[in-house]
């Protein structure tokens, strides 16, 4: 294995700047991990000529002065990102053969800063799910423990960071499919503000809740890359329009005097794994050594996120999915005997067991007679949500949860539960409905050698208080290097 692999990304800018190695052996390097892990299914497109391709041009720029603030860095999209003339499959049958003529925003801005596209990493079905085990494209392995579940849905991205098969990724985060997988898999994964990264060219699921976020080895390494994935798109209406901070400005500075938050609900939750538990109190201690405050507050509406956040993203996913229609682009069932018996078969081929269970869920709470009882009722909880969040935030910086209510869990537990599968999200999806933004930074090792991760959740808009604070979890904590 090349030594070039261990380099941290400050360690890779310098060294390609110092011409120490070239953009060229560097991808080389990444490209030979991949094929060294295959059989993790990180991927389920390795672009290799693309990769090659990028380095080249990368290598052009370093020498003649041009280059980008992440030229030649090795980076891993899932595949929920558009990719203009790279297969683009949501992990679906249905889009087995999607070849987008356009590019997304984010993935345009990281290629522009010089990042180079190594490939688009496997999912759980559309984002739906929290193990990242579609039937199309098949299982991700934790490199960990080959045995359990990296998280979902963005469980590719975690993996590729946590096998040493990518140096930086993409992922989406709806309901924890970045902060999930990244605690699983012993990295850093951020779910910024909702509109702070443009969604416009990122396969839909629930889009009041999508938001695009980095996974890296570090805390400063996912600030630098939130830096090139974030600011204003003109193509998505939901985009804010700020000025986007350096997000790295505050790392390193004193947290004395400043007040960390512990939910009373959810720290009085019976179901939590006492492992987690543990973690959660030597996280409140570590903060109480570098000068904080914890401060007990109250997120009463919180402990109904769940439940709304299943009724809202349903919803909003029949819908979103009704476009795949055999019509349009994808897979198109064959010996069909009229257009609709073209649709039953396209979207009853095309979908796994998941996409329709939501489909089907998400078409009852919007249907006439139950859209008062269900749907909207969801929505005026999500405000209560909103509500408490934002009283706690005048009390408190940050607040403190685990990530995970469990460590990894093996693949195939959650197949034939959903709903144990879904309770697995109860700490990440108040996130997304409360419209904050949070990191999970890794914090401790299971009893069984599993990674752990600490959650900090800040309000929205103010990620720099994400990496100021993770950063005091990363250097306090020893975690062993990554498995690879
Ligand atoms: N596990 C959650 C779900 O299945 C979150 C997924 C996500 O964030 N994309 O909806």
Not at 199 to 208: D, F, I, K, L, N
Not at 300 to 309: D, F, V
């Amino acid at each position: 294995m090349s030594s070039l692999l261990k380099l941290s990304l400050d360690h890779v800018l310098s060294g390609l700047q110092s011409k120490a190695f070239s953009a060229t052996e560097l991808t080389q390097s990444y490209l030979d991990q991949i094929d060294r892990t295959s059989e993790h299914n990180a991927y389920i497109t390795v672009t290799k000529e693309r990769a090659l391709q990028d380095a080249k041009r990368s290598d052009e720029r370093l020498a003649n002065g041009t280059a980008g603030v992440l030229e030649g860095v090795p980076i891993a999209v899932k595949d929920a990102y558009c990719t203009k003339n790279i297969r683009t499959t949501a992990a679906s049958k249905i889009l087995h053969n999607f070849i987008p003529p356009y590019e997304s925003h984010v993935t345009q801005k990281v290629s522009d800063a010089g990042a180079v596209l190594l490939g688009k990493t496997n999912l759980d079905e559309f984002c739906m799910g929290s193990t990242t085990t579609p039937i199309h494209t098949g299982a991700t392995q934790n490199p960990w423990n080959p045995s359990c579940t990296t998280g979902g849905s963005s469980g590719g991205s975690a993996a590729a960071i946590a096998n040493g098969s990518a140096l930086l990724a993409l992922g989406t985060d709806t309901g924890g499919s970045v902060r999930q997988p990244a605690a699983f898999c012993g990295v850093v994964g951020v779910k910024p503000s909702y509109g702070r990264c443009s969604r416009w060219g990122v396969v839909a699921y629930a889009s009041s809740l999508d938001t695009p976020g980095p996974f890296a080895r570090s805390v400063k390494d996912s600030a630098l890359l939130l830096n090139v994935m974030a600011g204003y798109d003109a193509k998505d209406a939901t985009s804010l329009n700020l000025p986007v901070p350096d997000f790295t400005r505050h790392i390193g500075q004193s947290l004395v005097g400043k007040k960390i938050g512990i939910p009373k609900e959810w720290y009085e939750n019976s179901q939590m794994d006492p492992e987690i538990m543990d973690l959660w109190k030597k996280g409140q201690e570590l903060f109480e050594k570098n000068g904080c405050e914890i401060v007990h507050v109250s997120l009463p509406y919180s402990s109904y996120a769940l439940p709304c956040y299943y009724i809202l993203a349903c919803a909003e996913a029949a819908s979103n999915l009704q476009r795949y229609d055999g019509v349009k682009y994808g897979f198109r069932a064959e010996n069909i005997e009229n257009l609709e018996d073209m649709y039953f078969q396209t979207r009853g081929q095309g979908f796994g067991p998941e996409v329709k269970r939501r489909i089907l869920l998400g078409t009852y709470v919007l249907s006439h007679g139950y859209y008062d009882a269900y749907y909207n009722k969801a929505q005026k909880v999500r405000a209560m949500i909103q509500h408490d969040f934002r009283q706690v935030f005048q009390q408190v910086d940050v607040v403190l949860t685990p990530t995970t209510p469990t460590p990894a869990f093996a693949l195939g537990a959650a197949a034939s539960d959903p709903v144990a599968m879904y309770w697995n999200d109860v700490l990440t999806v108040p996130v997304n409905v409360g419209n904050v933004c949070a990191i999970s930074v890794p914090a401790g090792l299971s009893n069984t050698g599993l990674p752990l991760g600490l959650q900090l959740i800040a309000p929205s808009l103010a990620e720099d208080r994400l990496f100021q604070f993770g950063h005091i979890i990363e250097s306090s904590t020893s975690m062993p290097d990554l498995p690879f």
